[in-house]
């Protein structure tokens, strides 16, 4: 079964939010978990999406109490560990789609980058310096990204657990 | 819903590991998630009892790769964070029942007692220290143990997520 | 050089105060690296005994705000991690003193123990469960606890850094 | 007294070595703490300039053996947290410089930037999304940067500790 993280802001635009529900609902057709940072936006909306398709939905949430958690998740769980969560969330992935996000969801494309996990994006984070390309494989839409996340995750889907 | 953490060492004895699949099975009857550490003895036992009678277990890893987690896990989550995950286990749970166990059993007790989480306890350790209590409730069996569980877990079956 | 752990709780004994400072004061004399939580009580008197006398002492701090350390810390470090930044005060000792002490300082001698670092205990707990020994090297005051301590280190003294 | 994140890669170039030395010189003449990851590279030169100055520099190692922190630290800090201690580091400075480096020193920037750390930068990432500005200060070189990076930092020098 194939792990991917749905990154975004807890703040996100209209726009945003529908493609976080689609993506949702993509990564529960793929019969895929979907893991995310627990809260609002983004992260709520595709959690809605996977939830009303059948999937199933983990979220890691920075503080101490899993009635923080948006109401769409399968599994809340609170981890005390604040932005240090954001590791976390990058570490259990096999790959993560970005969407949108502000600087935490910045910290996680460069966590999962750092950790080798394949990085999707859907109107984020451009990544620029010398010398560097910007690895984070574009999509267009939320099935394009979500067949991609699929391809480019490092466990071939079916591998247990 | 709630959330049961079963702490116990990768190592056991056949009564524990015997002890800690009745547990599982007992928690999956009562609807609780199952929340443990995700590798074998204690851990593989209580995930193989609650799967087997229809429960979700949920496997946090200390280690990088999730394959690490033994097979029974509905979702094996790798943190990456070494022992220090030992403390997302007791955050993550309402109550915590620890079956035998090593010290890092001792330490996700001391955490979960420090954060207010009721911890239950089957042939585990006892505490002792000049003007402290034993804290740990203590159960004759796997049954028992779930059913206080349930009772002392403080946010009441039912609540969200 | 070495470095110590010196673990134990925020509130304490007028004689759990007397000797933190005193084995706070005999590190420095060791030359050793004082480690602690950085809150008061023990963690406070040791870093006084240690400062007094010229050492060096760093608090990892559960918090977000290092103005949350105590007055006598060399360093004040701000993990916001919570009680996962107890593994790190583990981690982080070649050996650590374990000085009266409520549910957090059993889980650091719990993480401690488990990593392979050896823990001596001045009036602290007690452990206890069939078939396990006792791990804790009892001292019977602050200079013995800390001669002990540094027996007990895994890292020869003057090794670098 | 400032407490200052130098962040970069454990490669770069030797004009980041060049610059990351200075930097650390700097630091130490403007009597701030020097917070780094505590390998190589540009940790290692920042750590370099730093000490030969008369600083103190603190390291905040990945791993679980503090022999792996570079010789010129004043401290290693052994966390055991993996890519997660980058969380650390950001919550443990006023303010970061970020010269050159890769996804984690990215990562770093975006929690840093996340919690409210005003961040410097010198030859390092570009920030771009639509919508969004790139708030990381750019200096010209060492000693512009270590001047803004203290100008910019929430705590006065003075504070304690």
Redesign the interface.
């Known amino acids: 079964m194939t792990?991917i993280g749905v990154i975004g802001g807890a703040r996100c635009t209209s726009v945003e939010k529908k493609l976080a529900e689609e993506v949702g609902r993509e990564i529960a057709g793929q019969k895929a978990?979907l893991?995310c940072g627990g809260r609002g936006g983004v992260m709520e909306a595709a959690a809605r999406g996977a939830r009303r398709a059948g999937g199933?939905v983990?979220g890691?949430l920075p503080g101490?109490d899993?009635?923080e958690?948006n109401?769409?998740?399968?599994?809340?769980?609170?981890?005390?560990?604040?932005?240090?969560r954001?590791?976390?969330i990058?570490?259990?992935c096999d790959v993560l789609i970005a969407i949108?996000?502000?600087?935490?969801?910045?910290?996680?494309?460069?966590?999962a980058?750092?950790?080798g996990k394949p990085v999707v994006g859907l109107?984020?984070?451009?990544?620029?310096?010398?010398g560097?390309g910007d690895?984070i494989h574009r999509a267009a839409g939320a099935r394009e990204a979500v067949m991609l996340a699929v391809k480019l995750a490092r466990?071939p889907i079916g591998?247990?657990?």
Chains 1, 2, 3, 4 share one sequence.
Request: hydrophobic letters at 40%; glycine letters at 14%; a neutral charge.
């Open positions: 792990y978990v893991i199933l983990i890691i101490h899993r009635r958690g109401p769409y998740l399968s599994v809340s769980l609170a981890t005390g560990l604040g932005d240090a954001n590791a976390i990058a570490c259990a949108g996000g502000g600087y935490g969801t910045l910290s996680e494309i460069g966590l980058l750092k950790m109107h984020t984070w451009n990544l620029d310096r010398p560097h690895d466990l591998n247990a657990p």
